[in-house]
């Protein structure tokens, strides 16, 4: 990710201007510059290959009162009453409420921000590239932010899922062996999947049964496993490491798939998204962990024995984005051209010779269905 200003004229001197000894000048330009990279850094932000961009974006005024109509987003021929989860503040730990379908969630939103500085002397030689790289640094340090809040919505509304047998955890299945990842696994979410989005009195629900995931979220570790299924014994149902005297090849046209695809866009009909901060030791991995304990949730652990110990399990997370679950309301400010309001921080007085921006972006994170979440333990 990167934010590039080219090195024209205008801007060129609109950068020196930012540095100028004339007080009313200087402010003019950088708020000039706040306002053009404003929006591109807003653009980047929701751009990004992130956690946080699963969820899709309302918009509302800041004197607006922000709820959801929760029958526009729910089938009115399944259950009356369904699960909610949304934070207070920003990385609290979320809470679930059960509402009626035809009630308003009135939820909570919270500011994200960012304030970074640089030398006065920079802008006086139009140093675009620091300009550039400050206004990169706001973008990361915002998305940072984001990803930890968004994971912490979702980390809980899957080990909280009580719709496939009315216990938390029931959401995730156990791997068919313990740190491998085989295609039974996959099979087995598929059917986990359809069993969780059953109509409310557990049968076959309005337009048929359909598998609820189309991404999964995964560690690259595992999507090493499943690189190694193109050379590698497998075995239909279970496969212990380091053990292939009972492993079964995988069709041809299989493993032609997998060979020829290394970045594996697609598996089994579902997408796969490589995100390091998942595995064992990351940090997607430990919140999820944190979650678990806090919850005092019962979570199956790798090799579908014993319980997930975040030491040695690590989670995969299936993602079912064909319904409107994963929700980010925004509050737009007044006069704001984009989500993220870019503003000149004027905390700096003459002798320090710095110039300084503020970014802030008030939003919240919703999922109204946990039955759009499950997952594999390995």
């Known amino acids: 990710m990167k934010i590039t200003i080219k090195r ?13 000894n004339n007080r009313e000048e200087a402010y003019e330009a950088q708020a000039a510059v706040a306002e053009l990279l404003g929006p591109v850094v807003t653009e980047v932000i929701n751009n990004a290959l992130t956690v946080g961009n699963l969820f899709t974006t309302l918009t509302y005024q800041a004197d607006d009162n922000p709820s959801l109509p929760l029958d ?11 699960q909610v989860y949304s934070q207070q503040v920003a990385g609290g730990l979320p809470y679930n409420q059960v509402f009626p379908a035809h009630n308003e969630l009135k939820f909570s939103t919270y500011t994200l921000d960012s304030a970074l500085a640089f030398d006065r002397k920079y802008a006086k030689k139009a140093r675009v590239d620091v300009v550039s790289k400050t206004f990169t640094r706001m973008a990361q340090e915002i998305m940072l932010k984001q990803e930890r809040t968004a994971f ?22 156990g791997s068919a062996a313990e740190s491998d990842l085989v295609l039974d696994d996959f099979n087995r979410l598929i059917t986990k999947s359809k069993r969780i989005n059953s109509s409310f009195v557990g049968g076959t629900p309005v337009g048929g049964s359909k598998a609820g995931i ?14 190694a299924m193109a050379y590698n014994p ?8 380091g053990d292939t005297t009972g492993g079964l090849a995988a069709p041809e046209v299989l493993r032609s798939q997998l060979y020829s695809g290394a970045g594996l866009p697609s598996f089994y009909g579902i ?12 940090r997607f991995n430990e919140i999820f962990g944190a979650v678990v304990t806090a919850e005092g949730a019962t979570v199956i652990g790798g090799g579908n024995a014993g319980t997930f110990a975040k030491a040695d399990d690590e989670v995969l997370i299936g993602v079912d984005r064909s319904r409107d679950v994963l929700l ?8 704001s051209t984009g989500e993220l309001s870019v503003l000149v921080d004027d905390q700096f007085s003459v002798r320090q010779n710095k110039i300084g921006y503020y970014g802030k972006i008030e939003e919240g994170r919703v999922c109204i269905d946990d039955r759009a979440l499950c997952g594999i333990i390995v």
């Not at 801007?11 to 100028?20: E, F, H, N, T």
């Not at 509304?157 to 938390?168: E, I, M, P």
């Not at 497998?234 to 490491?241: D, G, L, N, R």
């Open 8 to 20: 024209t004229e205008d801007q060129l001197a609109l950068v020196r201007a930012m540095g100028s």
């Open 72 to 82: 526009l987003f729910h089938d009115i021929t399944e259950e009356d009453y369904i």
């Open 152 to 173: 912490n919505v979702l980390a809980t509304a899957l080990v909280k899922g009580d719709s496939g047998n009315g216990s938390a955890g029931s959401h995730l299945v």
């Open 214 to 227: 189309t991404d999964l979220l995964v560690s690259p570790e595992m999507v090493e496993k499943i690189r």
């Open 234 to 241: 497998i075995s239909t149902s279970s496969a212990p490491s």
């Open 271 to 282: 997408n796969i998204i490589e995100i390091l901060e998942m595995g064992i030791s990351q």
């Open 328 to 335: 980010r309301p925004v509050v737009l400010d007044e006069g």
